[in-house]
Each structure stands twice: as structure tokens, then as C-alpha cells.
């Protein structure tokens, strides 16, 4: 294992996990918290926390239709929120964020937009490294129409296999939808090559950026994206909110996904007329609190850089990937090393089921996941049914994946694993 004196960051973790009160539990045994499962859910610092509260506290009230001081304050503090998600990914203007309640529901907004003109033959490209939400709803849209669903497949490495690009992304394709950085492999994706690629044929480029808006900086602008998803609950903000950012013109050409108020012009029981983005896609109240978080989080994380917490996620993550290498037995799936590759490992333990690891680990105050992380097909892709995911952040330190390592040797020795 690596010793912890060649680690270096340029952030300064302990004063970076004093913003988060959670980290400093313990918890069961006596055992300090680990926290290594942010690509799950990442923590929330007190800033975040305090923003929620003095908004519930002060000025809580429904936005738009309210035409009253609180109405206008609780509407100012939503719109605000807009402001600062624009500014933070590099958006050129505000009305192209679209608010939602994960990042979920955005990637499904997209398929059923997108969708709504698909026909047979026309096709719809996506990988099999992909989370589920970026599956099912092309699943579906291609289930409505006709359409037909292709994928690009995943090398013994864990990179997206491109040797096939050509006949992939081709006159018949019309939307190409991929995550930059896998949630399962870690690996971080050619977006704004295959989006080259995607737009060469007329097609819609989407991109699921859960994982990558969280750790590096992102510029729509430049970026190569028709339409992006990501959520609040991984980028330190709270559960909730989901971001669609699309450029105008596409999402002004998109019907309605959700019906109802504030998302139209006029009524009339003889047919509706809807209003222009963002509105037309923020039917009913929307998650007005939560963009105050989520406002504060982006704050956050743009006060400290992004591209110090870039530098800290991949230097954490190559002390990860140098300690798991030692502990025998252990299966690293996807990347090995930090080129091209996000701060989520994935991992077997020859001889131990993952959710066992997992019940284990946590019983000295590590967390992590178990199971497929909603990226069933990828371990399929690699013959596995599920595995263990250590996934860091800001805040995470080179002692606590000691912690890992050294209680993955304990596992080893509680099953008995030779």
C-alpha cells in the first residue's frame, strides 16, 4: 500500500470536512465514519444546510403565483438558483436550465421529447456502461416508435469501444445519448469527439454528466452536448433537483414532457398553448428549496475550485487504485489507472459475495455500495452479477482508504480467504 506521506492535494481536507458535521460520527463499535459512497450521494456541507433552512424559515412561499412579498422574495431565491447552475456550467443563458426532480426524470425528459419524433428506421445510439436512466427511457422511446436502439460495446479495459464508431453513428441515427463519466467503470468518455461525430449526421447529442458536473469543471459551451443531465444530490446540494441544460433553440422545438400549471400560455377546453423554455418543462411547484441548495452547493464547490477538487479526485483515486492493487484477490473493474477515469472504483473480492464485503465493512464504520449500481449490463459485459464501489470526494482523505484497505483484509480474514 501506498504510504500516506506521498499523497498530495491541493485542497486542505481537514478544513474542507469541517463544513461537514456527518464526517466527524461515529458510528457502531466505536468505529469512525468512512464515507466512501458519494458517487451514490455525496454529503452536504453546513452552508448548504443553512441556506435550506433560512429559506424555510424566512421566506417560504410558492413561487410565481403568489403576488405577494414572500411570493416575490420565494420566487427571486428559485430564479436565483437558475442563475447560479448557468453560471457554474458555463451556460450561455439562463432559460436554457431547466429545472427537475433528478437526473433521472431529465435524461427521461429528453427521451420522451426527442422521442416524440422518432420513426421506424430511425435509430438511437447509447453504450453499455451506461446507469439505467440512460437506458430504460431509450428503451422505451424506441418501444413507442419504431425506432431501433443500438449501443456501442465496452473493451476488457473498460473503455468505451469505439472501433466500430463509423457504422454505429450513422445516416439513420438520430439521438446519441452517453454518459461522460461511468458511475460503475469510472471512465471518463470523448464527449465532444463523438458529439463531432453525432452532429456530422444530424443527430441530437445528449449527455448524462451526473458523474462529471460533481468533479471537474464543465463548459456546456464548448462541450459539444445538444442536452445535458445532471443531479443536485452528487454535486454536495440536496435530494430533489435535477438539471436539464439544452440549447435553446432545441429545447424552444421540444413539446411538453409534463402537463399543468405554470408550464403554459393559454387554456381553453378546446386545446392549450404552452409557454417558451424553461417554463414549458417545469409543470406545477417546482423544487423551489431545493434550488436555493442547490444555488448554495454550486457556491460552494465554485469557492473552493473545481479545479482543485478535480486534482484531489484524481489523486485520491490513484492512491485508492494503488492500495486496492495490493490486497490479493481483489478485481478492479474497469480502468486500473487515472487516465481518463472519475473517482469511482469498482471492485470484486475472489471468494466473498459483494454485499457481504459490504455487511462487513460496515461494521467498522466504512461505507460503500454493493450490487450492480444500476448498471446491470456493464457487469454482465465483464461476467459479473454485481460488485463492490468505493467512490470518493472533496472530502475524502489518503487515511481513509486506508481504512479501506486494511478492512478489506479484514474481510478477507473474517471469510477466510485464502
Known sequence: MSDARTFSSPLDTQSVRADFPILSRVLAND????????????????????????????????????MHQLGAEATAAYEGG?????????????????????????LNLAAHTLGASLKPGDEVVISEMEHHSNIVPWQLACERTGATLRWFGVTGEGRLDLSNIEELINERTKIVSLTWVSNAL????????????????????????????????????TLGADLLAFTGHKTVGPTGIGVLWGRYDLLASLPPFLGGGEMIEVVRMTGSTYAPPPARFEAGTPPIAQSVGLGAALDYLAGIGMDKIAAHEQAITAYALEGL?????????????????????????????????????????????????CARPVHERFGMQSSTRASFYLYTTPEEIDALVDGLGFVRSFFKVD
Open 31 to 66: 468505529f469512525p465514519l468512512v464515507y466512501l459512497d458519494s458517487a451514490n450521494s455525496s454529503q452536504k456541507p453546513r452552508q448548504v444546510v443553512a441556506a435550506l433552512e433560512e429559506h424555510y424559515l424566512q421566506h417560504n412561499a410558492n413561487v410565481a403565483r403568489a
Open 325 to 373: 492493487q495490493t490486497v490479493p484477490g481483489l478485481k478492479i473493474l474497469g480502468p486500473t489507472d487515472t487516465v481518463d477515469r472519475g473517482g469511482a472504483i469498482s471492485f470484486e473480492l475472489d471468494g466473498v459475495h459483494p454485499h457481504d464485503v459490504s455487511t462487513v465493512l460496515d461494521t467498522r464504520g466504512i461505507a460503500v455500495r454493493a450490487g450492480h449500481h
Open 186 to 221: 469510472g471512465t471518463i468518455n470523448p464527449i465532444t469527439s463523438i458529439a463531432e461525430k453525432a452532429h456530422a449526421v444530424g443527430a441530437v447529442m445528449v449527455v448524462d454528466a451526473s458523474q462529471a458536473v460533481p468533479q471537474f469543471p464543465v463548459d456546456v459551451s
Open 82 to 106: 437558475r442563475d447560479k447552475v448557468a453560471a457554474f456550467i458555463g451556460a450561455t443563458n439562463r432559460d436554457e436550465i431547466v429545472f427537475t426532480k433528478n437526473a433521472s426524470e431529465a
